[in-house]
């Protein structure tokens, strides 16, 4: 008998940046170490980590996005998201069949080809839903017009309805895509997982912290994305109060984004000492880079509850970090923190600076903390993630079968 086989699609793979990429293949690595024939459709012209036993097929694509998405020019960023859709379906419906087809959300809309591409395959087909799409679109600055605003919603969410499971990655996305009128039963709630390599090291002799010059202050880090869904202006308040009443706690605000360089030009133009800029790190220091920090920031635009959930808190628990979240009340990432941090407001930068000062004074508290932090990451981990999924994937594949040997010859899409 052939072997399983499952294909995903996703614009992103390691070595490229993206968080969606790093989840395909912790994915596709251990499916594939438990029999099934894994490929990867992804845009560019590579060269592919790819893991044993996993097939990474390019579509040849002249530019990365990233190099295309400028900020501040929406027009070529969407351009740039629809050319590299185009190739990726192309590929995708060029390649020999499968059982399973997945699409993500990377790029946005992705999910309207998954029943076209899984009906090529005569497959069943799931959509890996890692941020929702096109409610986001307002939060990251892109507005269309309303007409095509509704347009386009109902269009996914037909789309959604088509597929035979909708993966979520929080019980708030699962609220939203219900809403939205995707049927409940075809939701599976699977949160993302902290990247594998993360671990927790040692304070004293990081290398990250002799490298930075970090002494023994306590050092509080932002590290991840600087995008428009995730708002920086309390962070950098807070740090100015701080800056004043505890000018020896070091600020670390590391990653990239659209807000990077405002951020740079507002630390710079208060004068913050305290606050140090640095790039985003190599995933081999990863370990090194969260470990370096006694405390965690991570923030959400309150706008995106249940439209993405920000995966810079898991990577901090994995380090055995307490973490402040400044976001919605109802998103999956505040969940977490029970007994390993602090959810606060998303513009409280008072209660922000107070916090922080309650773990920099009460070194037994953030130890606590810390090792809660441990113990929630622990319980998740991508083989746990590999394991659930893989069950998913399987069950839409026997189910397929019997319907295929009850009526031999046909499809059976959902309406």
């Keep these: 008998m052939d072997s399983p086989s499952i294909l995903f699609v996703n614009r992103v793979f390691p070595p490229d940046k993206g968080a969606t990429g790093r989840c395909v293949s912790d994915l596709a690595e251990r499916m594939a170490a438990v029999g099934w024939r894994v490929t990867v ?101 892109i507005r269309l017009p309303e007409p095509l605003m509704r347009m386009t919603e109902r269009a996914a969410v037909r789309a959604l309805r088509r597929h035979d499971a909708v993966v979520a990655i929080g019980r708030c996305m699962a609220g939203r895509l219900t809403a939205a009128g995707v049927p409940a039963e075809r939701i599976t709630v699977l949160p993302n997982w902290p990247d ?144 390993c941090g602090q959810r606060l407001a998303p513009g409280d930068a008072a209660g922000l600076a107070d916090a922080v000062r309650r773990y920099a004074g009460d070194p037994i508290l953030c130890a606590g903390h810390g090792a809660r932090a441990l113990s929630v990451a622990s319980a998740w981990d991508a083989t746990a993630a590999a394991r659930r999924f893989t069950a998913l994937a399987d069950g839409l594949r026997q189910t397929k079968l019997r319907n295929a040997a009850v009526l031999p010859g046909r499809s059976l899409p959902h309406a």
Aim: glycine fraction near 10%; charge should be neutral; charged fraction near 20%.
């Design 196 to 339: 594998p390599r993360i671990r927790s090291a040692p304070r004293a002799e990081n290398p990250f912290r002799l490298e930075h010059g970090l002494g023994d202050r306590f050092t509080v880090a932002y590290s991840g994305n600087m995008g428009l869904a995730h708002p920086m202006d309390a962070v950098l308040e807070a740090a100015t109060l701080l800056a004043h009443s505890d000018p020896d706690i070091a600020i670390l605000l590391i990653g990239e984004g659209r807000r990077r360089a405002a951020v740079a030009e507002e630390v710079e133009r208060r004068g913050l000492m305290n606050v140090r800029l640095l790039p985003l790190q190599p995933p081999d220091r990863l370990a090194e880079s969260l470990s370096a920090a006694d405390l965690h920031l991570a923030t959400m635009d309150p706008r995106a509850e249940g439209l993405l959930v920000p995966s810079k808190v898991a990577g901090a628990l994995a380090a055995g970090r307490p973490c402040l979240f400044l976001g919605p009340a109802g998103s999956d990432a505040a969940v977490m923190l029970d007994g």
């Design 41 to 141: 459709v992804a845009d560019g012209r590579g060269p592919s980590d790819a893991p044993p036993g996993v097939s990474v097929r390019r579509t040849g694509g002249d530019a990365p996005l990233d190099e295309w998405a400028k900020p501040g020019n929406p027009r070529l960023t969407a351009r740039g998201y629809l050319a590299a859709a185009v190739r990726l379906i192309q590929r995708a419906l060029r390649l020999p069949r499968h059982d399973i087809v997945v699409t993500m959300t990377d790029p946005p809309l992705l999910a309207c080809a998954g029943p076209l591409i899984a009906a090529r395959h005569g497959a069943a087909a799931i959509h890996w839903s890692q941020d929702v799409f096109p409610a986001l679109l307002p939060v990251l600055g």
